[in-house]
């Protein structure tokens, strides 16, 4: 919440019309009140509250942050100025804005999310590595070894799938760490 525009101090301690913003949250749907000539003698519509004149608030926008059906917060904006651009063509802005948000807070979780998957992909080829290393040197000497054996092809066979496995295992490690134009 921000009351700097016009010269006005910040308020650090968020008062807002909590009610808009639960009303945004329960039914996904914009509020928008402006005190005016029509309005000022109806008082305020049911259900903002008592801080809406608390705050001595002449307009309140609240835009739900939806993005493929999932609320992700509320942009709350209010004013203490008679005339603003929290409706109208300011309020169709607004909106814009608030739809390029809930986009761009989706990407975020989701590049947090894909980031801890890595952590745990990392994690579990490091685990395999050490294994897999000991199963190739066993299975490079048991080769070396069956030669000329009926044991050979077998060995030969368990050597080239652990190599296979391995490979396979520094590519999975390769695709956590690449940039992700380059997967």
Known sequence: VSRGLGGLDIDDDLEMSRTAVGRVMATRQRVEW??????????????LGESVMLLGLQAILALPLVNRGQLWGVLYLDTRQPRSGLTGDGAVALEALAAHAAVAIQNARLFEELGRKNELITAAVHQLRHPLDALERCASVAAEQ????????????????????????DRLLELTTSEPSAV
């Not at 402006?34 to 259900?47: F, I, K, T, V, Y």
């Open 146 to 169: 069956a030669s000329g054996t009926a044991n050979e092809s077998l060995s030969e066979t368990i050597h080239d799938h652990a190599k296979k496995v391995t490979r396979m295992v």
């Open 34 to 47: 402006r005190l005016d000539a029509a309005n000022r003698d109806q008082g305020l519509p049911a259900g």
